[in-house]
């Protein structure tokens, strides 16, 4: 796991989004794995940018998204259809037949996981996931005691996570009580893991994720799993970790062929 300590939340946008562009680069119709949150926003602007000024054609990219509230009509503005069309399909232009969001409103929820295993599945599997942390260490909605060998499921979401959404709902009983989501092994698959995490809120998550044991108590510990996983926090995010300055030694000391610190655009 190589973790990236920046000085700001921005900065945590624009290394992450480097890694994304790259792949996006080297594969013009890569599939991405998306993040809903407000963590990825960041990328998500940079990506926008680059979009816009021509640097990245997001034309031909396919994505998945992590997971979707169950129950929630796909047109309601917090089902995550909705907030994938506009906080990342939109901006970045690129083409909604590609981009697929598993779904909650489906009356065969089971089949409707399975279907969506299959579909990436079929279109070779995740190049790049793009991830953030809860603060209880969930990733995608794989709360804590989630099995590392789970597929895309229905999951009932942890009080602390309803609690922790209802900032997008009008009334904290309006958030749903159940989703469908990404397993932990479904995340593990993609080729490529990039989380991201800013203020001191993730800085538990974040260091349990890292430094603490391998375990289904911290769902994003699963990440240490993983042979390509890159985590880009900001100094708060960082300020629980032991290794802090081992891992701010290891990115100044990283050799050329492995920097991406976006400057290139
Ligand atoms: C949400 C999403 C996760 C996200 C997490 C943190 O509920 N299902 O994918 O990473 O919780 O959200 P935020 O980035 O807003 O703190």
Same mark, same amino acid.
């Given at each position: 796991m190589q973790v990236v300590i920046v000085p700001t939340p921005e900065e945590v946008g624009r290394i992450a989004a480097a890694k994304v562009a790259m792949a996006v680069r080297t594969r013009p119709d890569a599939v991405l794995g998306v993040a809903t949150g407000s963590s990825p926003l960041a990328i998500y602007r940079e990506l926008a940018r680059r979009a816009e000024t021509g640097q990245l054609d997001f034309s031909r990219v396919r994505a998945f998204a992590l997971d979707e509230y169950v129950g929630l009509p796909l047109d309601h503005p917090q089902s995550y259809h909705s907030v994938i069309r506009h906080e990342v399909v939109e901006p970045l232009g690129m083409r909604p037949a590609l981009v697929h969001v598993p779904d909650g409103a489906a009356a065969d929820l089971p089949r409707a996981c399975e279907d969506y295993e299959r579909a990436i599945r079929d279109a070779g599997g995740v190049d790049v996931q793009i991830l953030g942390i809860g603060a209880n260490g969930h990733i995608g909605f794989n709360?804590?005691? /989630? @099995?590392?060998?789970?597929? #895309?499921?229905?999951? #009932? =979401?942890?009080? #602390?996570?309803?609690?922790?959404?209802?900032?997008?709902?009008? @009334?904290?009983?309006? %958030?749903? #009580?159940?989703?469908?989501?990404? $397993?932990?092994?479904?995340? =593990? !698959?993609?080729?490529?893991? %990039?989380? %991201?995490?800013? $203020?001191?809120?993730?800085?538990?998550?974040?260091?349990?994720?890292?430094? $603490?044991?391998? /375990? /289904?108590?911290?769902?994003? @510990?699963? =990440?240490?799993?993983?042979? !390509?996983?890159? %985590?880009?926090?900001?100094?708060?995010?960082?300020?629980?970790?032991?290794?802090?300055?081992?891992?701010r030694y290891t990115y100044d000391h990283l050799p050329d062929w492995q920097r991406y610190d976006g400057r290139d655009g």
């Open positions: 709360e804590p005691t /989630s @099995s590392f060998a789970s597929r #895309t499921r229905i999951k #009932t =979401l942890a009080p #602390t996570t309803r609690a922790d959404n209802a900032r997008f709902f009008e @009334s904290p009983d309006d %958030v749903p #009580t159940h989703c469908l989501t990404q $397993g932990l092994a479904t995340i =593990l !698959d993609a080729r490529q893991l %990039v989380l %991201v995490a800013q $203020g001191e809120a993730k800085a538990e998550a974040v260091a349990r994720m890292v430094e $603490g044991p391998v /375990s /289904s108590m911290c769902p994003g @510990s699963a =990440l240490q799993l993983h042979p !390509d996983a890159t %985590v880009v926090v900001d100094e708060a995010a960082a300020s629980r970790l032991e290794l802090a300055d081992y891992y």
